[in-house]
């Protein structure tokens, strides 16, 4: 159970509430304690009684979704007779992170073939008109460990939605048509990436922190070759990802676990043990030297990218809660964060900065932050994002600034509840990274204890304005000054046209194009 803190006014009276100032559903929710008016008193209205209004904490206790399993295959379940329809969620581990390079197009295309290739015994055709006669949607996708699918259909139809979903997810049929529009697609994609400042900025700065990794790794014209996505290559890796032992399944809807378990009994048996498991993602070699980067290009804006590792790992620690706080107050936190408030609001240099602090749990992640700017304002825009990195290490934020962070995140809490299915899919991800089913109850918690003191230590322990790697896209003929003023050393000039020609046979994959 969860306790929220309301804002509230001091220094007035509780007023009788009334329909013209309080919605129904507050007061469904029972956040307002009100009282009787002292005789010949007069209610007060407006602004004035919506900031007189008193509010007890709300306790929220959240839904659960109860855990089974069907042949050894973790299954969660979660009721909801709503409405007449039932969801299906699967997750195997596996994905074009945990395959070499070798593998990385077919694994990436994987979950969009499933839903368009068609599957062993129906065209893609067939298995349109089929979705379409059962008003069937599902989704595919992968996030680089994992490929997930999702069902959603009435429960009328629950039979054969399942029995064709099934089919699409571990008997795909791979049709070659549907292979090479998706590969054209992709080659089309190569040749634009180096038109788009931002997704160039954001790629080239994932390739030059991490190499030859997959959080690194941008699709070229070499993984595209044929014989890389033929039907032996996407069979290959399907057969090792699409197994019993990297399955999790999740259902919600308009179902009782009596009339749901034979069906998933039935799936289950129907799907091959695994071979092998899939291996660990590997670790990468993360760039560790401040140093200052340009991708020459005449545009109108510069897109700047800036950051170095932190070794914050995501978990029940005082640091963590204080980091994502502190992040918030950074830059993460739109319009009221540091960040824009000094680039934006007091300097006018851009519309707006974000910041970033990835943590992931088994190596290290990055602390920073990006923003667009005019050419001739891209260095003073670099020196008042480094001006804020310094602040909010020297200085506490105010007590108010983290209250405000922090009812942000609690009183957001019980839009994580929305609906059955998005409970069962958080179940299904903590289950997979290993974390503990009440997470988000300690999540709340966690953040709930952050104080100013410590969103400053976590910024003094975590963030070194001197150890950052600077990218820049933009003009350089057109720089307020040049980069090296910045004091990193010398500028390093990043050529992404490089082995792009979707032409080639082999292209450079893996580590940046570098010159002096």
Do not use: K
Request: proline fraction near 8%.
């Amino acid at each position: 159970m969860i306790a929220f803190r309301i804002p509230e006014a001091t220094g007035h009276r509780r007023v009788r509430p009334s329909w013209g100032i309080v919605p129904p559903l507050t007061l469904a929710l029972g956040l307002v304690a009100a009282t009787a008016l002292p005789s010949g008193a007069q209610e007060p209205t407006g602004r004035t009684a919506v900031e007189s209004l008193q509010f007890d904490p709300l306790r929220f206790t959240p839904p659960e979704a109860e855990r089974y399993e069907v042949e050894g295959v973790v299954v969660f379940f979660l009721p909801d007779a709503s409405l007449p329809l039932v969801d299906v969620l699967a997750r195997f581990e596996g994905g074009y992170a945990r395959f070499g390079r070798e593998n990385y197009a077919a694994a990436t295309a994987l979950p969009s073939l499933l839903r368009t290739g068609g599957t062993d015994g129906l065209t893609p055709d067939s298995v349109d008109v089929l979705m379409e006669s059962l008003a069937l949607q599902t989704t595919f996708g992968t996030a680089g460990g994992a490929v997930t699918a999702s069902l959603n259909t009435l429960r009328d139809a629950l039979d054969p939605a399942l029995d064709l979903w099934w089919a699409m997810l571990t008997r795909p049929g791979f049709d070659p048509d549907a292979v090479e529009v998706w590969r054209g697609r992709q080659l089309e994609s190569v040749l634009r990436r180096i038109d788009d400042p931002g997704r160039l900025a954001f790629s080239e700065f994932n390739r030059l922190m991490y190499g030859d990794h997959p959080i690194g790794w941008e699709m070229d014209a070499a993984d595209l070759r044929p014989e890389r996505l033929d039907r032996d290559a996407l069979r290959r890796v399907h057969g090792r990802i699409a197994c019993r032992e990297q399955l999790v399944l999740g259902v919600s809807g308009d179902v009782t676990w009596d009339e749901v378990r034979p069906r998933l009994e039935r799936l289950v048996a129907s799907l091959a043990s695994c071979a092998a498991p899939v291996p660990e993602a590997p670790i990468p070699e993360i760039r560790r030297e401040p140093g200052v980067f340009l991708i020459p290009r005449d545009l109108d804006q510069s897109t700047i990218v800036l950051a170095h590792t932190t070794s914050l790992r995501q978990g029940a620690s005082d640091a963590f809660f204080a980091s994502r706080i502190g992040n918030t107050l950074l830059g993460a936190g739109g319009f009221s964060s540091r960040l824009v408030g000094r680039v934006r609001t007091e300097e006018g240099y851009a519309y707006a900065a974000s910041s970033l602090w990835t943590t992931p749990e088994r190596y290290d992640g990055l602390i920073g932050a990006t923003t667009r700017t005019r050419p001739e304002a891209t260095v003073a825009a670099l020196r008042v994002i480094l001006d804020v990195f310094d602040e909010m290490r020297e200085a506490p934020p105010t007590e108010t600034a983290v209250r405000d962070a922090v009812d942000e995140f609690v009183n957001g809490f019980v839009f994580a509840f929305s609906s059955p299915v998005q409970i069962v899919a958080r179940r299904i991800s903590y289950e997979a990274a290993g974390l503990p089913e009440d997470w988000l109850g300690r999540y709340v918690e966690g953040i709930q204890r952050v104080d100013p003191e410590a969103v400053q230590a976590v910024f003094r322990r975590h963030l070194d304005p001197d150890r950052m790697t600077v990218l820049v896209v933009g003009n350089p003929e057109a720089l307020d000054e040049p980069l090296e003023a910045l004091g990193y050393g010398p500028v390093t000039v990043i050529d992404p046209d490089a082995g792009s020609d979707p032409g080639a046979t082999s292209a450079p994959s893996g580590s940046p194009r570098f010159r002096r």
